[in-house]
């Protein structure tokens, strides 16, 4: 287990390298933060307090989806991917420590560095700007908590669609449709409390609600109490079925190794 840390600090190291790039990343994140406010505002100018939501709740959610983008990476994979089709995931397979576990902790490290490097400017932008809702410490602290599940859970559904690279040798078919439900499903499109009946219920009761909207509510202090410890429950639960799936699949995996190219 003692690998693990260094696993951790080698992935922040390595997403760290290069501040001025993810410099450029939150300042790309955080225009289209402000393109994004300018949107839902004049929607809740149509509809106000639409699914629960005030005109400054809903721009502090997209300020959180924006300030999110890198830590849970909404439109990223894992390097696995392409270890796969190398056929250098054997090397992977012969550390002292298990695959899933190497790279869920290289993964932690990846999200610490996008988050420090790319996860502040959005919010501070969005707070100079427009009057954001802003939590107080308990709130503060379980929201740090929720992204923290949030990341757990982005990692192990991108582990699975990564270990699909042992079955269909050709990773961007899964990727771009983990993509589509990713973007729909977890509120990066829109806040998932506007989704209506049957489909609302159905979104908040999937895993990729715990990517944002369930973060972004604890932030916005719509979950307190019973709520806040539901919410978390909700994310660890996913987090737990996903790890377990992917262990399960990683089993199957090594059974299936094949090297591309020699």
């Known amino acids: 287990m003692g690998v693990l840390p260094w696993a951790w600090w080698f992935g922040f190291r390595r997403h760290s390298a290069y501040p001025l790039g993810a410099l450029a990343e939150a300042v790309t994140n955080t225009a289209f933060g402000f393109m994004r406010a300018y949107v839902l505002l004049a929607l809740w100018a149509a509809r106000p307090a639409l699914g629960g939501y005030d005109a400054a709740d809903a721009v502090t959610f997209c300020f959180i989806t924006q300030a999110l983008i890198g830590p849970v990476q909404i439109f990223g994979g894992i390097d696995l991917t392409e270890r796969i089709r190398t056929g250098d995931v054997a090397i992977d397979l012969h550390r002292p420590v298990g695959l899933q576990g190497w790279w869920l902790a290289d993964d932690l490290g990846r999200a610490a560095a996008a988050l420090l490097l790319r996860g502040g400017p959005p919010l501070l932008a969005g707070a100079l700007v427009f009057p954001l809702t802003v939590p107080g410490p308990a709130a503060s602290a379980a929201f740090a908590a929720a992204?923290?599940?949030?990341?757990?859970v982005g990692f192990a559904l991108r582990y699975l669609?990564?270990?699909?690279?042992?079955?269909?040798?050709?990773?961007?078919?899964?990727?771009?449709v983990a993509l589509v439900l990713s973007l729909f499903f977890s509120g990066m499109i829109l806040p998932l409390?506007?989704?209506?009946?049957?489909?609302?219920?159905?979104?908040m009761a999937l895993p990729w609600a715990a990517l944002i909207q369930v973060p972004a509510d604890v932030f916005l202090g719509r979950r307190t109490g019973a709520g806040l410890l539901g919410a978390l429950g909700f994310q660890a639960g996913w987090a737990l079925v996903l790890l377990g799936?992917?262990?399960?699949?990683?089993?199957a995996a090594r059974r299936r190794l094949v090297v591309h190219g020699g």
């Open 161 to 176: 669609v990564a270990l699909s690279a042992f079955w269909v040798h050709d990773h961007r078919g899964p990727e771009a």
């Open 193 to 203: 409390v506007v989704f209506p009946g049957a489909l609302g219920s159905a979104a």
């Open 245 to 251: 799936a992917g262990a399960l699949l990683t089993r």
């Open 147 to 152: 992204v923290l599940l949030a990341v757990v």
